[in-house]
């Protein structure tokens, strides 16, 4: 009987903090703890709509343990329809309670199959919260140390609770031990996923030992019986009359508004809001171009992309101009996880904020050569920027050949991924002549970084790329360490275009600059501030003020890839080889996201409106090749645009761009090269 099994629950407890009262671990998290590939960061290879059936048998088995229903093969019985303050169980529970007739369990399974993407998230919500998961950026997830109390033997251990998740389904598989009944039907539902065969090298006798302990306990049994019923039916549920992908009308691009001022954000947000979500461009003597765009396709691509999408075919060409294969934007999987997960404290909130004191010095060296009176083109952003990043991540100079790889590399995206030139546009005497300057550039990095050299000095991006080469050469190969080094500035151009366009909103609303100067004058009023003091109280305004320049002028308005496993996407299905173009910001400029998507509002962030929550912000990509470097940028961004309003007043020039600045939208977003900015005041001295 139901009630007979609460002996059986799990004794492995949690404690998050010391202020927390432990607590069991539901079968959601059990399962959830279970599937996860710490290699890749994500799941083990289990299909949607066969993961979303386990959940929803995980959350029934626990409802039947907490004596809440019966079920057997042939019924499912309310018995207890209180509730039990789990958000997770108790809208399942609350649903069952409404159903007037005796249902079994497939067909709950099958009814709730569908909100179980809402299981999975308060599951992941919750493991993060009591610090037994990690989240990282671009929706990637790892164990965290826990401390577990009262162990079978009543003994405290400390590691991960995925360990001791996995410890007990290993004991339960390789000995005679008889498993508990809780275990048994974590062992059914992942059997029923068919993942042990992934997990462990099985072979016959071990098969039948899951097949015996599937067989230990009738809420096992009978749940994962249905799950796999579900399972066996069609996997995506698609309509075999998908819908045919509408095309833009050539002439419709064309005569576009956007596309002459070349802002490409607000280009597929008009698209989108006359063709729908999935469209297609078909230039002439091109391959048809198919696009996704809105929230709903940014929310689809965050949560299912990595099993449908591919990055290394259309980046191929282009690291091939490196002379690499297999670099970070390229790869996907669980190498593409390892390498974020290496690199990922190189490009860290936290290492900028250990070296504000070098970024200071270098900023105000910087702008030591602006004078009142005169005027600065757009494009010295990027040189302020680099001025910064070069030292920092590579530790040279290289503000002599920074123009020459910025416009090699902006060529090579051209040509080689967006298609808008010739091949042989990459090999004239010019584009040599710059390609040459990866070459300096590793020399000079090659130079310094000897083990003498270094001793002493603060770690950089270029000592963790060359650790990595030393210690995984499979991993990261000396033929990528060419690109992977250059790349390291070529972030200058993007977090010098982010700058370009923020000074830009600076010098174009005095109303607005006044705010900002005002909280630049306090943070640097009484000398530099520390990386702590660069928080949402100290520069409120600032910070709403990028966010908004984020979502206006996204520097990255769209991506890439190739389909490998075809999918329905709001009707349409997109089949295996496919290209598609990922536009999503196409949501910054629709109107049912951000109202008024032509005003600069930093209101839109406040608590009362919070427009930016949810899938329709995107300004640093989607999924699991989101900016690694996105924290480092919002710092070094924000310190950039105080120490610019504290030290100086500026104007755009020409005049008429106030109003109406126009864009330069390939091979990314920035602002046209006639843009300049007028020096018009200096508020305070530079410090000695």
Known sequence: MPGDRRRYISSFMVEPDTSATPRKLSLPEELVLMLLNEQTGYFHQVPGWDLNCAMVGAVLAELSLGSRIDTDLDSLILVDPAETGDPVLDPVLREIAGEADRRNAQYWIERLAGRAESIVDLTLDRLVTLKILEHHDGDFWTLATARWYEDLRGASQEGTVGQFIKTRVVKALFTDEIPDPRDVIVICLVDACDVFRIMFELDEETEER????????????????????????????????????????????????????????????????????????????????????????????????????????????????????????SLDGADHFRLRKAMGPAQSRGRLSGQLDEVYRLARDFMADWTVGET??????????????SPLFLSVDSQDIIDDLMDFKERALTTHIMNALPRFMLNTPGMKRRAQAVDTLLERIQSVHTPAQRAGCPRDLADDWLSLHASDPQLVPEANLRFALSAALVAS????????????????????????????????????????????????????FLMECLRMYPIVPMSMRDVMNSFVLEGYELPVGARVCIAQTAAHYMEDIFPDPFSFDIDRYLPARDEHRGPGYAPYGLGTHKCLGSRWMDLQLAVNVLMIAHYFTLEVTPARYVDALRFSPLPSMKPTEKLKFRITGQRHEFSA
């Open 210 to 329: 899951i097949a015996f302990i599937c067989q230990l306990d009738l809420i096992g049994r009978s749940i994962a019986a249905a799950v796999a019923q579900n399972i066996a039916g069609p996997m995506l549920r698609r309509s075999t009359l998908a819908k045919k992908i509408p095309v833009v009308a050539l002439r419709r691009l064309l005569l576009s508004p956007q596309l002459r001022s070349g802002n490409v954000p607000a280009l597929f947000a008009a698209l989108t809001r006359e063709y729908g979500p999935v469209f297609q461009l078909r230039p002439p003597f091109s391959k048809p171009m198919i696009f996704l765009a809105g929230p709903e396709t940014n929310r689809w691509v965050n949560r299912h992309g990595r099993m449908h999408l591919n990055a290394g075919n259309y980046f191929a060409a282009f690291e091939k101009v490196y002379g690499a294969h297999g670099v970070m934007p």
């Open 376 to 389: 600065f083109p757009v494009r010295d952003c990027r040189r302020m920027i680099n001025a910064q990043l």
């Open 493 to 544: 151009v993007y977090l010098g275009d982010a700058l370009s366009f923020a000074v830009y909103a600076l010098a174009s609303q005095p109303a607005l600059c006044e705010r900002i100067q005002a909280e630049a004058d306090v943070l640097f009023g009484n000398g530099d501030p520390d990386g702590e003091d660069f928080n949402q109280s100290s520069m409120e305004v600032t910070h709403r």
